[in-house]
C-alpha cells in the first residue's frame, strides 16, 4: 500500500459531479427510509396492539412474529432470492399453480421494482425488534388511565390516538432513530438479494462503499462514501442523543 | 444508582478500548515460524479445498517441521478478504489468485512476494511453461507460482443440438442464426447471469473482438486507441444489446447469480455456456453425463481467438525465506501426479508445466479440444483481468445498463472512455 497519492478532495468531487451511482445509492437510502417509517413502524405498531391483546397463544405468535430478526441479513436474503427466482421461485410456481401465469414477473431483475420486492424481505425480517419495543411500550400503560377511559365512553379509535400514541411517544423516538439509523446502513440483505442491481437499482451507500472497496480495490472511494454515510448518521444521531439526555 | 451506571459505563468504555488496544498486538502473519515448526496458511476458493486433507496430512507425515492451515472461500469472498487483509498486513502465507489486474493490485500494493530471484535460484524456467510464466508476471515481477491456465469455450448441449439439427457455427452470422432457431424451439440459447458481471461480459468481449478484430481489441484493452466513438466497441455493445433484448439470455438473467446457472443448463432449459476447462469437472462432479456437452470455439472472425486467463498462488511479502521455501515445496508436492491421479477433478489441468502437458483424467473429454483450438486459434486476455479494477466496475456497470436499455450503445462507448480517463488519471 505504498503508493498512495493525496487527491485532496478528488474522490468528493468525483462522487459529487461524475459518477453515475452514487445520487442513486442516497436516493435508494431516502427511498428506504421512507418505506421504513411508514411500513416498519406501522405494521410493527400494528402488530404490536394485536398481541398487546389477552388471547390463547399470543406468546407463540410474538415469538413468531419475532423469530425472523434472530436471523441473519444474508441468510434471510438467500431465501427470499429463492423465493423471487425467475425460473424457480416459489412466487412464480405458485402463481402458475393457482393459474395466474399471467402475474409471474421477474421480480428482482426488474430495476424500477426491485428496491422495494427487497424490502419486503426486510419488513419480513425487521419488523420484529419494533415490534418488540411497541410491546413493552404498550405494557407500560397503566390499566386504570385505560379503564377511565372506557368509563368514560371512548371508542377504541379515540384511546389509541388520545391515550396510547401520546404514552408511547418514548417509545416511538427510540424506534424511529433506531429504524433511521437502520435504514442509512441497510447493506447485508441487498448484497444477498440483488447486489445491488440490476443496473445498480438497488444499490444503498452501504453496498456501494463495500463493492468499490474490496470488489474493484477504490479505497479512496470507498473512504469518501463512508464519510459521507458517517455525515449523514450524525445528522439523525446527534439530535437523538440531545432528545434523550435532555429528557433525563 | 447513578455512580453504579457510571461504573459499568466506565467498565465498558476500558473494556471496548483494551479489546482495540489488544487487536493492534496481532501477528503480522497468519503463517510463520514458531520454534521449529512452519505453519503455513492458504486462502483458496471453497472448490480447490475439498477433499484436500488427505493430501495435506501426508505432505505434513514427510515434512515434520511444516503444517499447513486452509481457509475456503466463495469467489467474491476470497476478493473481498484479501483486499482487507492487504490493508491491515494480515495477509496468509499464500492465496490463489488470477493473472492481470485482479493479481496485479497486490504487486502494487507491495504485499505480494517478488518471485523472480527465487525462481531464477530454483530454475523455474526449466519447470513451469513459459506461457504460464508470462500470465504470472505482473508489473515486471514474477508475483506467482503459476496453478493454470484457462481458455474458455462455448460448452453446448448435444442433445439440444441433435435434436434441433444443428452444427458448430463457423462465422458470426452462422453463430447468430443458431442462437435465433435454438430461441424458436423455445429454448434459452445463451446461458448467462449478471451478477456478478464477469460471466455476461465472456460474451460480449467475444462480440468486440468479432467488430474489433484481434489488433484492434488487443489496442483497445492497452488504450491505445480511444473507446469513445469507436465503431468496433459500439457495434458490440449494440448486438450484446439486441441478445439482452430478444430473450436469448434466461428470464431474470440481469438479477442472477453466475453459479446457479447450471441449474438451467443440467435440466436442458438452455443451450449454451461460455466456460473453461473447469467446467468438465464441475459436470463430472455434479454427477451429470460429460458426454452430453461438447465445446466449440465462438466464432467471432479471423483465427477465432479465444479468451484466457491465468491462475496462480501469490505468497506474502513478510514471509522469511524458509517460510517462502516451504510454501514452495508444499505446493510442488500438492500438485504432483500422483496427487493429481487421485484426485483428477481437483486441478486445473493440464498442470502448467513442463512435460506434464497430457496429464488430463481421461471423463475430461472437453479439456484437450479446448487447448488444442487455443493453441492454433490464438488466445486473447479475458476482459476483467486485461482491464483495471476501475475500468472493469465501468464495464459491469455498462453491460448492466445496456442490457436494461437505460444505456445506448454509443453512451457505453462514452461512459468506458470515462472510466479509462479516471484510471489514467489515477496513475
Known sequence: ?248 | MKKKILALLAVLCISVFALFAFSACGNDNDGGADGETINITWWDLNEHLTGIDSIIASFESQNPGITVTTAGHSNETLHQNLQISAMNDTLPSMWFMWGGALGGRYVQYGVSRDLTSFANANNWNQVFTPASLQLATLHGELAGFPRAMNILAVYYRRDIFEDLGLSHPTTMAEFHTLVETIHAAGITPINTASVPGWHIMRLWEQFLEHYAGAVQHDQLQIFEIPWEGNQAVIDSFATFQRYAQSGFFPDGFISMEAGDLTLLLYPGFSAMQIEGPWFDSSIINDQQDIELYGIFPLPNGGTNRLSAFGEMYMFNDNLTDEELEAAVAFLHYFFEQHNVDTHPNLFGVPIPQIGREGGIPAEQVNVPAIFATGSVNGTFTISDQALPPIVVDALFNVLDYVALGTMTPEEAAAFMQRGIERHQQEG
Open chain 1, 1 to 248: 500500500m505504498d503508493d498512495m497519492e493525496f487527491v485532496g478532495l478528488g474522490n468528493f468531487s468525483h462522487l459529487f459531479f461524475e459518477d453515475l451511482v452514487f445520487w442513486g445509492a442516497l436516493r435508494n437510502n431516502l427511498v428506504w427510509m421512507i418505506l421504513t417509517l411508514v411500513f416498519m413502524i406501522s405494521v410493527s405498531l400494528g402488530l404490536a396492539m394485536l398481541l398487546n391483546a389477552k388471547f390463547k397463544g399470543r406468546t407463540f405468535f410474538r415469538g413468531l412474529f419475532y423469530f425472523p430478526f434472530v436471523l441473519s441479513g444474508i441468510l434471510v436474503g438467500i431465501i427470499w432470492r429463492w423465493m423471487y427466482n425467475v425460473n424457480f421461485g416459489f412466487l412464480n410456481e405458485f402463481l402458475s399453480l393457482i393459474g395466474l401465469d399471467q402475474l409471474r414477473q421477474t421480480w428482482l431483475g426488474d430495476p424500477n421494482m426491485a428496491l422495494f420486492y427487497v424490502f419486503i424481505a426486510a419488513l419480513w425480517r425487521g419488523v420484529g425488534a419494533p415490534m418488540i419495543l411497541f410491546l413493552a411500550g404498550l405494557q407500560t400503560i397503566p390499566e386504570d388511565v385505560l379503564e377511565a377511559a372506557d368509563i368514560d365512553g371512548a371508542s377504541r379509535f379515540k384511546k389509541f390516538f388520545s391515550i396510547k400514541l401520546p404514552m408511547l411517544k418514548e417509545t416511538f423516538v427510540i424506534v424511529l432513530a433506531t429504524q433511521i439509523i437502520g435504514s442509512m446502513g441497510v447493506f447485508d440483505i441487498i448484497v444477498a438479494t440483488t447486489g445491488g442491481g440490476p443496473g445498480n437499482s438497488t444499490q444503498v451507500l452501504a453496498s456501494y462503499m463495500v463493492q468499490q472497496t474490496f470488489s474493484f480495490a477504490n479505497m479512496g472511494m470507498g473512504a469518501a462514501l463512508s464519510t459521507i454515510m458517517l455525515v449523514i448518521m450524525m445528522i439523525v444521531v446527534i439530535p437523538y442523543v440531545l432528545f434523550t439526555t435532555k429528557e433525563r
